[in-house]
């Protein structure tokens, strides 16, 4: 069955960088695009960033130039590097694909940014 695995959450200060990962298995990773998405208690989920299984990648305009998706079809794992953290970027990340028309969400990750 298809699962999504997130790692790489912790607290980290302002300006600071994270990286989070995401483990996938159960399909055939390279055939579909992968997402990042957000959550922040008591709004929407919110789409951070898309990473199609061709062709360009895609961010929310409040993370772009600052964060960088990217995947490594060999290892079944797509990564959301995060640099340049403010406190608004404290959410829980979710790792999201869309397998045979059916929608799978990861655990989630719980970042922190505070000084």
């Known amino acids: 069955q298809v699962q999504l695995v997130e790692s790489g959450g912790g607290l980290v200060q302002p300006g600071g960088s994270l990286r989070l990962s995401c483990a996938a298995s159960?399909?055939?990773?390279?055939?579909?695009?992968m997402r990042w998405y957000r959550q922040v208690p008591g709004k929407e989920r919110e789409l951070v960033a898309t990473i199609p299984s061709r062709g360009p990648t895609n961010y929310a305009d409040s993370v772009k130039g600052r964060f960088t998706i990217s995947r490594d079809n060999a290892k079944n794992t797509v990564d959301l590097q995060m640099n340049s953290l403010q406190p608004e970027d404290t959410a829980v990340y979710y790792c999201?694909?869309?397998?045979?028309?059916?929608?799978?969400w990861g655990q989630g990750t719980q970042v922190t940014v505070s000084s």
């Open positions: 159960g399909f055939t990773f390279s055939n579909y695009a």
């Open positions: 999201y694909a869309k397998v045979r028309g059916y929608a799978y």
